[in-house]
């Protein structure tokens, strides 16, 4: 058996772990940060306000 080389891949794959967690925790505040959650009840809202004005339904 090659315990190193056991090692070494335990260590890649929680390398590629560590950096796609930071990746995705990147994402995550970059995103919260910019103001992306502020208001998420928006956007339903003005389709609606949209849609009385218009009266068209899709």
């Known amino acids: ?3 190193a080389g056991d090692l070494a ?3 890649v794959a929680f390398l ?3 950096a ?3 990746g995705v925790g990147g994402l995550f505040l970059w995103a919260l940060l ?3 959650f502020e208001d998420v009840e ?3 809202r003005r389709m609606l ?3 009385d004005e218009t009266g068209v339904k899709r």
């Open 1 to 3: 058996m090659d315990v």
């Open 9 to 11: 891949q335990y260590w």
């Open 16 to 18: 590629f772990g560590v």
């Open 20 to 22: 796609a967690l930071g």
């Open 34 to 36: 910019s103001g992306q």
């Open 42 to 44: 928006e956007p339903s």
């Open 49 to 51: 306000d949209l849609e």
